[in-house]
Every structure is written in C-alpha cells, then in structure tokens.
C-alpha cells in the first residue's frame, strides 16, 4: 500500500532476518539480535564481536557522481566474522527442557531451571528455564522471560548445600564418613533459634546424617569446624563469585566472608541459608566433587582439548563424599526417586523455604536436587530448581529429583 502511493525517493528493500532453528528449546542461551543484528542477549549478545567481524576502510578516488574510480590505498583490512561451536549437546538439551517443562507443567510450579555440566570439561551440555520463549517470534520476548534465570536468578540452597558443608568436615581431618554425630532427640538450640530435624536420628554416623539430611546434625558438625575451614571450602567450590562463563547478567551469588559470621549464621549456614546461589554455581560445585576436587572452568564454548583444571578438595574427600551421596539416592534416603535403572546415582535432595516479610514463609518453596552420574565415575553433574511447586508434594526429592533421573 506505501509502494502503491508512488512517491518520490520512497521504496522497499529485502532484508535477511536471523532464525533460529531450535526455537524456544535454546532461547534463554542463544539470546536474539536486534534488526540490525546485533547482539541484545545470551549468547548473541556475549560473542556478538565474535560473530560480526570488522568492516575494512580504504582510500578511493569517486567521480562527481560518487562512483569509484581507481582505488587508492587500503587503510584497514577487512576481518570477517568468526565461526562459533557452542558446548551444548542438543539432544541433552531438548531432553532437559522437555522433562522441566513437564515438571513445571505436573507440579504447577512458579518456574523452574536445569543445568548439565560434563565433569571431564567445564562444558555446559544443556541450560533450560521455564517459562521459556521463542526468539523467532519477537511478540514473546519481554523481560521477564527472556532472562536467564538459571546464570542471573539467586536462590537459597536449603540441602542441596549439605556435600559442600561435609566436603569441609572431611577436609578438616576431624572427620570420617563412619564418624558419628549425636543428634539427640532432633532439636539443637543455638541463640534464639531451635534447629529440629523431621525425625529424631540419635547418635548417627556422618553417611548417615547426609542420608537422611539433619539438619542437626549438619549444624553440630558446622560449628564444631573452625569457620575459616568452611568459608574456604565454599570459596574454592566457587560460591560468592561469577564463573568464567562469560554469559551475560551471571550473578555472583553471595557468600559473606567468615569474619561476620555469629553462631546462628553457622549452624544456619549448614542447611542453605544465609549464603545465595546461581543453579548454574551449584552445578558447577557438583561438578567438581564428581570430578574428584578438581575445579575446571564453565565453559559455554565447545573445549576440543584436555582441561587440566585446578585441585580445589582433596580427591579422597571427594571420592568419599560421592560414595557417601550414593546413599541418599535409596530407599534409606531423600532421594530415591533420582535413581536411574542399571547405574549408580549420588546427589543431594534440598528444599529451600522463600524469605518473606520478617522471616520464611510456610508454603512457598523451592525443590531441588543436584548430583552426579554414573556415580562409579562421573560424568555428568546435573541441577534442577523447581520453583514454588503446587501439587501437594513434600520437597525436592518428590519434585526436583524425578527431573533429574529423567
């Protein structure tokens, strides 16, 4: 209708449009572009000098019609715009973002996000959320949506944090797995606070305190430990700051330095709170117990050569402390709806209660569940967050742990 007004110096011209063939299944990672193509999010938006390339600039000689006519010298060469092999494996990923989806969906749940690391090398092998969108349609994509929530939203761990609390237990040299905490009748008070447990455990041992997630029993172990021994622990697992990811809007998380810590906030501590995460943190941290202590960076590009990585824990604490996670994924333990037939599974159930005005509330919640597989030698490290499920379920190992087995 505008070409059929005819009028001078008014005229349509093609353009290409950038698509993207797995839709809404890559969305929160690959990002989108502006109509000019440049990058806006996600991976679009981080290596977008990456991809562009660089214009080249030289000296000619015009007519007075503005047509070249003899080139004079070249000022700067032209550099094209490089290729880019991402390290997500997209069968994981559409399996990871059709079973969330369906968690999200059964469950009734706020939204939810999963994340697949190889422990051999730092490589993300799928990141999902829900809600998700569809890049190529531009109605979809708001704020709300299009962030990825599984590097920039923080949570509170609940349980899930536990390994990483034992993990400094383990490393003190004060600890075994077959070394035996007294749980007493399931209550500990510290301050003002009663910390209590589901079920009264008594005198149980350090596997079995995993098992069955006390969190007595992790807060008597937590203050017995010196609070420098757990803040680096956590430090060197990489809590409290960004990974060497790279994505755009990741969140450090927060994890205060030892010196401000009170008696409540270490026994608190133990069982997740006071400390915030990324899902994207807490796999990486699985990742390097699966690993056998060692920390390789997260990589959202595809490593074609071995990563050395650097020794954060002891690898017989690390071996330990999978061999101890295998217990949880049982009928003694929280999580045995992770379980997968014909290979061993170590993880770690959490249910993270929501801070509300003046303290937590009582029915709003996070599921949660992060492990390794096969637990004989890992190679894969998983977490998923479900968010304010609404199904009536208990806690992670009902909701998040199914996900996770899938």
């Known amino acids: 209708r505008v070409r059929a007004l005819d009028i001078a110096g008014v005229a349509a011209t093609r353009e290409y449009r950038r698509y993207y063939p797995a839709g809404e299944v890559t969305g929160h990672l690959i990002g989108f572009n502006n109509v000019d193509d440049v990058g806006q999010e996600g991976a679009e938006l981080a290596f977008d000098h990456w991809l562009a390339g660089e214009d080249g600039a030289k000296r000619v000689i015009q007519d007075n019609r503005g047509r070249k006519v003899q080139d004079v010298e070249s000022i700067r060469a032209a550099r094209p715009g490089r290729d880019l092999a991402l390290s997500i494996d997209l069968r994981i990923q559409y399996l990871a973002y059709r079973e969330l989806k369906a968690a999200i969906r059964d469950n009734r749940a706020r939204s939810g996000s999963v994340v697949v690391i190889d422990v051999n090398s730092g490589e993300v092998l799928a990141i999902v959320n829900q809600p998700a969108y569809n890049p190529n349609d531009r109605e979809q994509i708001n704020p709300a949506v299009y962030r990825n929530r599984a590097a920039t939203d923080l949570f509170e761990p609940g349980s899930s944090i536990k390994p990483f609390i034992v993990a ?239």
Do not use: C
Not at 260 to 271: D, G
Not at 296 to 324: K, N, Y
Not at 381 to 387: F, M, P, S, T
């Open 168 to 406: 400094a237990a383990l490393g003190s040299g004060r600890y075994q797995a077959d070394s035996v905490v007294d749980t007493g009748g399931g209550f500990l008070q510290v301050g003002a606070k009663t910390i209590e447990d589901e079920h009264p455990l008594g005198a149980v041992n350090l596997a079995t305190v995993l098992a069955k997630s006390s969190n007595v029993g992790m807060a008597k172990i937590a203050l017995s430990l010196e609070p420098r021994q757990i803040w680096t622990t956590l430090d060197h697992l990489g809590f409290g700051q960004v990974t060497a990811s790279g994505f755009p809007g990741e969140s450090a998380g927060l994890l205060s330095n030892y010196s401000h810590w009170r008696e409540i906030s270490i026994a608190t501590l133990a069982y997740g709170y006071g400390l915030s995460v990324t899902p994207l943190q807490l796999a990486h941290a699985y990742a390097t117990i699966g690993a056998g202590g060692v920390s390789r960076p997260v990589s959202f590009l595809r490593v074609d050569a071995p990563i050395a990585g650097e020794r954060v824990l002891e690898e017989r604490s690390s071996r330990t402390l999978v061999h101890m996670l295998e217990a949880v994924v049982t009928p003694e333990g929280t999580g045995l709806r992770a379980a997968i037939p014909g290979y061993r599974v170590a993880g770690k159930t959490g249910t993270a209660w929501k801070s509300s005005a003046g303290g937590y509330s009582t029915d709003r919640y996070l599921a949660v569940f992060g492990g390794v597989a096969p637990a004989t030698r890992p190679r894969l490290a998983a977490v998923v967050i479900i968010d304010e499920p609404r199904a009536g379920l208990d806690d992670g190992g009902d909701v998040a742990a199914p996900v996770f087995s899938s």
